[in-house]
């Protein structure tokens, strides 16, 4: 079975400061990942995904993801936080296997950008 | 081009009534998937269609929660004698096809209440 865990359930940064939000995922086949951003009262939004390309990956408004297999981790991150910023991140694995790429979620991690 | 739409947007109704969720997915997407998100539970996987077959209905938390494509498009999915743990956002998204793209496209969610 996979599993995904999002440390840290709630990330407040400065504006303009670094955004590093931490993904380490459990998958006994090479994983699919995925970084899903929530606004208020909105769907999912993809932001960016991994699929055995390139382990570092470059996904919309400037953030990007690199795939650590020795880690198991897929870290989000962005060099300067915008207000626009704030909303609630969502990690995901797919083993593109099973149930037809099912995703299977973090817990989230809601990121604060003060001003 | 339109994305996934889903009415409605929020349903209040008392415990042990029926309801309905739909699900219109994008354009030519053959695979459709729902998702449940609670505060208790974060978001889980219900079921998924490949066109208007359900492979895989074992995320469906009991047997009151059924769901059905038709015309490999749109999706309801039904909530009978509902109960208030089933207070939550349903989730939809669809994807080109399961093994062509493991991108998935989301709805903005009904927001389910069970007073």
């Known amino acids: 079975a996979q599993s995904v865990t999002q440390l840290g359930s709630h990330v407040s940064v400065s504006e303009g400061a670094l955004v590093l939000l931490r993904c380490n995922y459990s998958s006994s086949v090479p994983p699919y990942l995925f970084w899903y951003v929530q606004y208020p009262n909105q769907g999912l939004q993809l932001l960016l995904k991994y699929t055995s390309a390139a382990t570092l990956v470059k996904g919309i408004n400037g953030f990007e993801a690199e795939f650590k297999k020795s880690e198991t981790s897929f870290h989000l991150t962005k060099p300067s936080a915008h207000m626009s910023d704030a909303a609630e991140y969502f990690c995901?694995?797919?083993?593109?296997?099973?149930?037809?790429?099912?995703?299977?979620f973090g817990g989230g991690t809601r990121l604060m950008v003060k001003p | 081009g339109a994305g996934v739409s889903q009415s409605p947007s929020n349903k209040v109704t008392e415990k042990g009534k029926d309801v309905e969720l739909r699900c219109d997915p994008i354009s030519g997407h053959t695979a459709l998937y729902w998702y449940r998100q609670s505060l208790g539970q974060g978001l889980e996987f219900l079921i998924y269609f490949q066109g208007n077959s359900a492979p895989d209905k074992s995320g469906l938390p009991s047997d009151r929660f059924s769901a059905e494509r038709t015309g490999g498009s749109v999706s309801t999915l039904t909530i009978q004698r509902t109960q208030q743990e089933d207070s939550a956002v349903y989730l939809c998204?669809?994807?080109?096809?399961?093994?062509?793209?493991?991108?998935?496209?989301f709805g903005p969610g009904t927001r389910l209440t069970v007073t």
């Open positions: 998204a669809s994807s080109p096809g399961r093994t062509f793209s493991y991108e998935q496209y």
């Open positions: 995901a694995v797919s083993d593109g296997w099973n149930a037809g790429n099912m995703l299977t």
